[in-house]
Nanobody, 116 residues
Framework: QVQVVESGGGLVQAGGSLRLSCAAS????????MGWYRQAPGKQRELVAV??????NYSDSVKGRFTISRDNAKNTVALQMNSLKPEDTAVYYC???????????WGQGIQVTVSS
């Protein structure tokens, strides 16, 4: 089993910044992917950014504003969010995916609210 815990988030004005952090613990495998997803009210959960040993991938809506990074030694991943917009308001989820064996683990989610 893997436990995934997010921290950070909160309320910020448009144009501001927030930093989300996520820590995975438990049965961690060396080959894995960590990423951030979000779900706004009435919408489906969507990819925000993922990071692997090969690089990073961002949704078009956050490119140039958000940066994902990870510390492999600590099994943590962070999401630096700059130039926030009201449409970034959502519950943000961290996901840990092991590739061998294949499995996914989600955090409990953390609220990010951007006021206009």
């Amino acid at each position: 089993q893997v436990q995934v815990v997010e921290s950070g988030g909160g309320l910020v004005q448009a144009g501001g910044s927030l930093r989300l952090s996520c820590a995975a613990s438990g049965r961690i495998f060396s080959i894995n992917v960590m990423g951030w997803y979000r779900q706004a009210p009435g919408k489906q959960r969507e990819l925000v950014a993922v990071i692997t040993s090969d690089g990073t991938n961002y949704s078009d809506s956050v490119k140039g504003r958000f940066t994902i990074s990870r510390d492999n030694a600590k099994n943590t991943v962070a999401l630096q969010m700059n130039s926030l917009k009201p449409e970034d308001t959502a519950v943000y989820y961290c996901k840990y995916s092991s590739l061998s064996p294949r499995d996914d683990y989600w955090g409990q989610g953390i609220q990010v609210t951007v006021s206009s």
